[in-house]
């Protein structure tokens, strides 16, 4: 029969207790659980599990069997019943298991029922006795209470009980009833004698010895505390030598070092209990981890730095020879001069990652410091250090980044400042960006002046018309211009697509995008005037790839390359994402094409118009912005100069202007010769041209004015179908800078006055 060995532990017969985890190894908690019934056996002294032997056990043990188990704070318990004695008479031990073979022992009834609930009672009196004493004693007592007999109550107790581990054999081996009783109560009567004994030597102890007692105590509480403030002041002290050799290393300027020596001396004083040690930890850290040593300016190889330009940026190439410029200039100067480089486009079109590319030719770090949704001056500026929670500003902490004193630094979205009530975050700039001021520019959270003049500033933005002018004053304007089809072309098959590849797990070369596909995920799937758009369907492309790859690879039919075929261009990407307006196929009266500079690239835009019966009310819809009404008026008026013959012709009719895609805000000035263009068309009752579009601004007294975004507007209109585009004659020279492949395919014509313009447009003459 299987075997449970205890230790230290009495048991007796006729009783239900909770057997833990810790008594049996999880073997044996396994054979519990398949076993009707087993015995448990002590042991004579406590051992590992395979180390026992025979002679280890004692000849008696109490047959038992497992009610139910329960976990209790992670520990498994058994409830089990306890049956007869019994007597060992052979053990056998093997692994992860012990059995016996035994016969059952009887009682010897030498005892009345009255004697025994006797000394039941009086064992329960002696247990209360000893509980009254202790924390929780009244709940314990209410427990002693509910013994139903003597063998429940000597179990429950048989831990706390004044006898050895031979006691406790005799106690179970005893065939008496009254031997055994006797000896259970003999038990707890020695364990209250003892209790008894110590309370009275307790009582008896001297005030002298308490004093003593007191004193040892005292002086044991006080050489704790001086070991730990021995530790502490080891620490501070290793903190306040580790910030003065700091300092020391530093190279700060004097006005500097003299600060950081003088916050060092308060950091001393302050402790490391001190309410302000934090702030004054966080403060030198800040400003001994700065690099204040003056970086010699490396020469730069600008034949590396131009191939490191062509590899990273496909087309580009004004922005480019700036840069190169820039680059000469200041490997000759040996330092950072002239004006401040402000990379415009729409986004995707490679401001930031241009600023990468440089901070890699010139082999400096780079920091990237986002502007975007700025509002607090302390932003740029820093917190002052009385402000709870006071920081560096962003300016500041980029350096800190950067760990050298002329890193390339990007100010992102320089555009998207904000001011508000909490200061000009764009004036605070001027300090940071003017290299007649940077040279000792004063972060309000470090108190001293830092030197700038040597970090190589470059600041992008989608748009110049949110930058104030004396903060654009102080900078050199770079458009970077949407790219053309073409380009975005040879950015995808050279760039993007490689990358996309190796971004998805794939190998160089296991995804193929055909040629007419790739131009068609340009034309169809994209709206830009960079190439992130083009990026993401590129991902998209080698995400679905991996997954077909992985699947033919599980079917076994593994394959070196994944095709891209047009007619799969639906199931991957979904239907087109682009909707770009095409010419119209039928010319009407009263309806002109113009073209519009958005920040995402360049659009046509249909300007429609319709007379009828009024009071002569001019009606314009479509959200236009202000500058856009301005240029309608303006347009209108020009008409009814040259159109009234009497007052009648406008004054009984009401104009309606509207612009489609009502619920998109539009506004600029190169609307006016489309808006006059549209309105002559409606009063002449001529048709606009077919496939033909225009742009440009027009004044009172007729003349036709510049417009910006000339590149763009091509684009759009070679985009749309257009065969014919007249341009302010002023823009003619940026002609130049519009690639060949936009110019080959379009009619330019230059126009000065709206003269020109109803005569290319409606072939007729005012």
Not at 56 to 72: K, P, R
Not at 644 to 658: C, T, V
Request: net charge negative; aromatic share 6%.
């Amino acid at each position: 029969m299987l075997v449970i060995p205890v230790f230290d532990t009495l048991i007796l017969s006729n009783v239900q207790i909770n057997v833990q985890e810790d008594v049996f190894s999880q073997a044996e908690a396994e054979n519990i659980k398949k076993e009707e019934q087993f015995l448990i056996v002590p042991i004579k002294e406590q051992k590992e599990r395979d180390m026992l032997t025979k002679e280890d056990f004692y000849d008696v043990g109490i047959l038992a069997e497992a009610a139910s188990t329960i976990t209790h704070e992670g520990n498994l318990l058994f409830v089990v019943n306890t049956k007869e004695r019994v007597r060992i008479y052979d053990i056998t031990i093997a692994e992860n298991r012990v059995d016996a073979f035994c016969e059952a022992v009887s009682d010897i009834e030498d005892i009345s029922e009255q004697e025994e609930e006797e000394i039941f009672a009086e064992f329960k009196q002696y247990a209360e006795e000893l509980v009254q004493e202790l924390p929780g004693g009244v709940l314990m007592r209410g427990y002693i209470r509910r013994w139903k007999n003597l063998n429940e109550a000597v179990t429950n107790m048989g831990a706390y009980l004044d006898i050895d581990n031979e006691e406790r054999y005799q106690i179970m081996a005893a065939d008496s009833k009254k031997e055994r009783c006797q000896l259970m109560l003999e038990g707890i009567k020695r364990l209250v004698g003892g209790k008894d004994v110590r309370d009275e030597l307790r009582n008896r102890m001297s005030q002298e010895q308490q004093d003593a007692y007191k004193v040892m105590a005292i002086k044991r509480q006080m050489k704790l505390l001086e070991e730990q403030l021995s530790e502490l002041e080891e620490e501070f002290a290793s903190e306040e030598e580790m910030f003065a050799e700091r300092i020391e290393k530093a190279g700060m300027p004097e006005e500097a070092e003299k600060e950081a020596k003088r916050v060092l001396k308060r950091f001393a004083m302050e402790g490391s209990q001190g309410h302000e040690y934090g702030t004054l930890y966080d403060y030198l850290d800040f400003i001994t981890t700065l690099s204040w040593k003056t970086e010699e300016a490396e020469a730069v190889d600008l034949t590396q730095a131009a191939k490191i330009l062509e590899q990273e940026h496909y087309g580009l190439e004004k922005v480019k020879k700036r840069i190169l410029e820039q680059l000469a200039v200041m490997s000759l100067k040996g330092r950072q001069t002239g004006s401040i480089l402000l990379f415009v486009g729409a986004p995707g079109t490679g401001k930031t990652s241009m600023g990468q590319s440089i901070a890699k030719a010139m082999g400096r770090e780079y920091v990237r410091i986002s502007l975007g949704g700025i509002r607090d001056e302390a932003e740029i500026r820093g917190h002052r250090r009385t402000y709870v929670g006071a920081m560096p500003g962003r300016i500041m902490e980029g350096m800190k980044r950067s760990g050298t004193s002329n890193p390339v630094v990007v100010l992102d979205e320089i555009d998207k400042l904000v001011q508000e009530y909490h200061g000009d975050p764009a004036s605070a700039m001027l300090e940071v960006l003017d290299s007649e001021q940077n040279h000792a520019f004063v972060d309000h959270y470090m108190n001293v002046p830092y030197d700038l003049s040597n970090v190589f500033f470059i600041c992008t933005a989608n748009t110049t018309d949110g930058i104030p002018e004396p903060l654009l004053d102080r900078m050199e304007v770079i458009k970077l211009p949407g790219y053309t089809p073409l380009e975005k072309y040879q950015i995808g098959r050279k760039y993007l697509l490689p990358k996309a590849i190796l971004d998805a797990g794939l190998k160089k070369g296991q995804v193929a995008v055909e040629q007419k596909v790739l131009k068609k995920i340009i034309s169809d799937y994209t709206m830009e005037a960079g190439v992130r758009g083009l990026r993401k369907e590129l991902d998209k492309i080698c995400r679905h790839a991996a997954v077909k790859l992985l699947e033919q690879r599980a079917k076994g039919e593994e394959t070196e390359k994944y095709v891209v075929k047009e007619e799969a261009l639906f199931d991957i990407l979904g239907k087109k994402a682009a909707s770009h307006d095409k010419a119209l196929k039928k010319a009407v009266p009263g309806v002109a094409t113009g073209l519009a500079w958005t920040q995402a690239g360049g659009e046509i835009l249909f300007i429609e118009t319709v007379q009828t019966k009024g009071k002569g009310n001019i009606q314009i819809t479509g959200q236009l912005g202000d500058v856009m009404k301005e240029s309608a008026e303006i347009a209108y008026s020009l008409v009814k100069s040259h159109f009234a013959k009497s007052e009648e012709d406008f004054e009984k009719r009401d104009i309606h202007i509207h612009v489609p895609e009502g619920a998109v805000p539009k506004d600029g000035p190169s609307a006016g010769i489309t808006l006059f263009t549209a309105l002559t068309s409606l009063m002449s009752g001529k048709a606009v041209k077919k496939k033909l579009a225009m742009t440009g601004e027009i004044s009172l007294r007729g003349d036709v004015l510049p417009i910006g975004g000339l590149m763009e507007k091509l684009l759009a209109a070679q985009r749309a179908g257009i065969k014919t585009v007249l341009i302010p004659a002023e823009n003619e020279e940026d002609l130049r800078e519009v690639p060949k492949e936009v110019t080959g395919k379009l009619n330019i014509i230059p126009v000065s006055t709206i003269q020109e313009v109803v005569w290319e447009s409606l072939g007729m003459k005012l």
